[in-house]
């Protein structure tokens, strides 16, 4: 059995990652220009048009894909004490459900699983896996077909979110921390980093909660966010069921998928492109600026 240090360590690999992924990362991408375009600032006017829409495979959305992480991993660099804060406090949660609850709700679980809550399980385990792929490809061909911009924005976004999300910081972070899974029964103080296995954060709650984030943020109906959230929250529960993850795990997940998944969202909505005119007695015009 691992020694307290090694607990206590795995927990500060927790900590670490988490800061990376928490509400900070939102913070640190707000624009450089008035967020009131009524309220223009030096040759700064009105934005022009709507977010832009990019096919999915186009260069364009490959320049996209590229600011987009850029902008989240290195969100931290321009974190101020607030965001610290934040970032500290929802961490601490995490560490604390991870040293209070999850051997309880574990045991709780698994003596009380039935037949009702397996077929939940397998219903709900592919929406946090292959479907959390596969549903974004469905909103983006809807929108072809529909010719429903929004639709599209989801799945752009969806896409971008998920490789952040489950292609880099859920896989990092697994690999850092070296938790073991329930299933393997040593215990919930178990952890080996950098030697090739890992359960925290979970990752199908992540991509879940993700694309639950995503569809949210463009879709403000209380029953959508009810669907997508409720939907989500099921896929964590599963993974609980199937005692793939502790609870922390899947909640360490959650954070992550939404944060991630809302940041991309209002990163992608900002105008970055923004024009105003040009007029000194000798040249009429426009000037744009794009901000980086």
């Not at 927990?11 to 939102?26: E, K, N």
């Not at 929802?90 to 040293?99: C, K, L, R």
């Not at 959390?132 to 983006?140: H, T």
């Amino acid at each position: 059995m691992p020694s307290r240090h090694a607990l206590r360590a795995a927990l500060i690999w927790s900590s670490v990652g988490l800061l990376i992924c928490s509400r900070g990362a939102a913070a640190a991408i707000e624009p450089s220009w008035p967020s009131d375009p009524a309220q223009p600032q030096d040759h700064l006017e009105a934005a022009v048009g709507q977010p832009t829409v990019c096919p999915l495979l186009s260069r364009e959305y490959g320049v996209l894909l590229l600011e987009d992480t850029r902008h989240i991993l290195t969100a931290p660099i321009h974190w101020k004490t607030r965001e610290w804060m934040l970032a500290g406090a929802g961490t601490g949660a995490v560490i604390g459900v991870a040293a209070v609850l999850d051997r309880p709700i574990q045991t709780a679980m698994q003596r009380h699983r039935s037949q009702a809550t397996n077929v939940i399980a397998r219903v709900f385990n592919p929406l946090g896996n292959e479907y959390a792929f596969i549903i974004p490809g469905g909103f983006y061909l809807a929108g072809i077909m529909g010719r429903n911009d929004t639709a599209k924005l989801v799945a752009q976004d969806a896409v971008a979110a998920t490789l952040v999300e489950a292609g880099m910081i859920t896989p990092i972070l697994k690999l850092a921390i070296g938790r073991s899974r329930p299933k393997d029964d040593e215990g919930t103080d178990a952890f080996a980093p950098f030697h090739g296995k890992g359960v925290l954060p979970s990752g199908h709650t992540g991509q879940a909660f993700t694309l639950a984030s995503v569809v949210t943020e463009h879709y403000h109906a209380p029953w959508v966010k009810c669907a997508a959230y409720g939907t989500a929250g099921l896929v964590g529960f599963s993974r609980i069921v199937d005692n793939a993850h502790y609870t922390s795990d899947v909640m360490a997940g959650a954070v992550i998928g939404i944060i991630v998944g809302r940041a991309i969202v209002h990163l992608n909505t900002q105008q970055r492109l923004r024009f105003s005119p040009l007029a000194d007695g000798n040249t009429n015009g426009l000037t744009a600026v794009y901000a980086f």
